[in-house]
């Protein structure tokens, strides 16, 4: 069976839908600097409550996922490529800010997808 973009893209919005858990080690929040020609990613702490809700360590204050928050990062990583980025952080950064094997996979695909979007000039939104 040959898969088109579109199916390609179907199963991608379907699998995004899914329930995740939230890594207790925190989130990051991945942007371009085209200028510059990188790929950045913001990493924050947080808590997770007894419910599976990020909250803000200091506030104790749920954090939205949809909304923006102004909050410190703890940390900006930068690379030229998802490769270089994740070397970065899951390679270099001691201790890794990354505890769970689906944060990373997911970290790894997003970074991807920036690349290409650095890369080709196409829009790029955090999934």
Request: hydrophobic share 40%.
């Given at each position: 069976?040959?898969?088109?973009?579109?199916?390609?893209?179907?199963i991608d919005d379907k699998l995004s839908?899914?329930?995740?858990?939230?890594?207790p080690s925190?989130?990051?929040?991945?942007?371009l600097d085209r200028a510059a020609g990188l790929i950045y990613?913001?990493?924050f702490t947080n808590v997770i409550d007894d419910r599976g809700?990020?909250?803000?360590?200091?506030?104790?204050?749920?954090?939205?996922?949809?909304l923006k928050v102004e909050r410190t990062h703890t940390t900006v990583f930068s690379g030229r490529t998802a490769k270089e980025l994740c070397v970065k952080i899951f390679e270099e950064t001691q201790p890794c800010p990354v505890t769970q094997l689906d944060h990373a996979a997911y970290l790894?695909?997003?970074f991807v997808r920036a690349e290409v979007a650095l890369?080709?000039?196409?829009?790029?939104?955090?999934?």
């Open positions: 069976m040959n898969l088109t973009v579109e199916d390609l893209a179907a839908g899914r329930h995740i858990d939230l890594d925190g989130y990051f929040i991945i942007y990613a913001k990493h809700l990020a909250v803000d360590p200091e506030t104790g204050k749920v954090i939205p996922a949809r790894g695909r997003e890369v080709t000039g196409l829009e790029y939104v955090q999934d």
